[in-house]
C-alpha cells in the first residue's frame, strides 16, 4: 500500500493532489481556539469562529475536487464554550490540554455553547456537500468536568457528508450483530449509495417489503449514529490523539479495499495507521513538520 505524508499547509498541500484521486476523507481539525500546534498559518487560531469556519470551508473546498464524484467526507469535531477570557473545551475533549482561548469569540456571551460542530456542518452544505448524517461519538471515559450548573459533556459528533446525491457506502462492512429477536414485518427502502460497490436507484423510492425482521434472518443490522469509542493517547505525543476504533467505520465504509484515504490534518497520523491496516493507500497532511515525521514513522511501521 501507498502513504504519502506532505508536510505544509493543508490547503496548499491539497491543490498538488490530481481531481477525482481520492475515495474518502476522514478526519479532525483542529478545534477553534483551543490549542497551538506551533505552526505559522495554522487553522484554529483566527479571530472569530467566522473566520475559523470559512478557513475550513476553504480546505474542505478542495478536498471535494480531490474526491471522486462518488466520495465522502467524515469531519470529527467537538464543542467548546465561551469564558470570560476566551472559549474552553470541556475537561474531556481530545484537545483538553490545549491553551485557553487569548480573546472572547465575538457574538458570544460568557458560558455560552459555541455550537462550532453545526455551524461547520451548515457551512460546508451552504457550500455544496450533502450533509448526510450526524453520528455521536459517546466517549465512555470521559473525563469529569467541575461544572455544577450543566452535565458533564461526554460526546463529540462526527459528520458524513457527500460529494454528490449517490455516493459509495458499503453498509455491510460495518453492520452490527443483532441483539433483539422481535419478527415484525418492515419495509426497507433503497438508499441513493453504493452499498458493496452496487448502485441503489432511489429516484422513485423504491420500496422492498421484508416479511418478517430482515435484520434477524441476517444475524446483523445497519450500523446505528451513536458509537461508543473510549479516548485514548499515543506516548510520542502530548495529547490524545483519534481513536483507531472511530476511524475504522468511516474507512470500511467510505472506501473499497486498494481504496485512498485522504486524512488533510493528519496530526500523528492514526488515519494513516487504520488504512495501513485495512489494505487502503493513504495521503495525509500536516503542518507541523515534527507531527508530520511522527506520523510517517507510526504509518511506517503499521501492519496490514
Known amino acids: 500500500m501507498a502513504e504519502i505524508i506532505l508536510t505544509g499547509d493543508a490547503l496548499e498541500q491539497l491543490r498538488h493532489l490530481p481531481p477525482e484521486s481520492v475515495h474518502t476523507c476522514v ?4 478545534y477553534y481556539n ?10 484554529g487560531n483566527e479571530a472569530s469562529v467566522e473566520e475559523y469556519l470559512q478557513s475550513l470551508v476553504s480546505v474542505f473546498r478542495e478536498v471535494r475536487r480531490v474526491l471522486r464524484a462518488d466520495g465522502t467526507l467524515w469531519v470529527n469535531m467537538g464543542d467548546s464554550y465561551a469564558t470570560r477570557s476566551g472559549s474552553q473545551p ?8 490545549g491553551h485557553t482561548a487569548k480573546h472572547t469569540p465575538r457574538g458570544y456571551k460568557y458560558k455560552d455553547l459555541i455550537g462550532v460542530p453545526w455551524q461547520l456542518a451548515f457551512a460546508l452544505r451552504a457550500d455544496g456537500w450533502y450533509l448526510r448524517q450526524d ?3 459517546n466517549k465512555s471515559n470521559c473525563m469529569p468536568e467541575s461544572v455544577r450548573d450543566r452535565c458533564t459533556k461526554s460526546h463529540e ?3 458524513l457528508l457527500s460529494r454528490s446525491e449517490r455516493y459509495y457506502f458499503d453498509a455491510a462492512a460495518i453492520s452490527e450483530p443483532v441483539t433483539s429477536t422481535k419478527g415484525n414485518a418492515r419495509t426497507f427502502r433503497g438508499g441513493g449509495a453504493y452499498t458493496g460497490g452496487r448502485a441503489h436507484d432511489n429516484s422513485a423510492q423504491v420500496e422492498r417489503e421484508s416479511h418478517g425482521n430482515r435484520e434477524n ?4 443490522r445497519n450500523k446505528r449514529d451513536v458509537w461508543t469509542v473510549s479516548t485514548n493517547g499515543f506516548r510520542g505525543a502530548h495529547f490524545a490523539v483519534f481513536p483507531e476504533k472511530l476511524i475504522e467505520p468511516c474507512i470500511l465504509a ?10 488533510p490534518f493528519a496530526g500523528s497520523g492514526t488515519t494513516g495507521v487504520v488504512a495501513k491496516r485495512l489494505r487502503r493507500d493513504f495521503i495525509g497532511c500536516e503542518i507541523n ?16
Open 27 to 30: 478526519t479532525s481539525p483542529p
Open 34 to 43: 483551543l490549542r497551538d500546534y506551533g505552526a505559522a498559518g495554522q487553522i
Open 90 to 97: 470541556p475537561t474531556n475533549t481530545r484537545n483538553s490540554c
Open 135 to 137: 453520528i455521536i461519538w
Open 157 to 159: 459528533y462526527i459528520f
Open 217 to 220: 434472518q441476517t444475524g446483523r
Open 254 to 263: 467510505g472506501s473499497p479495499l486498494g481504496g485512498t484515504v485522504l486524512d
Open 289 to 304: 513538520p515534527d507531527y508530520a515525521q511522527m506520523a510517517a514513522d507510526r504509518i511506517a511501521a503499521a501492519t496490514p
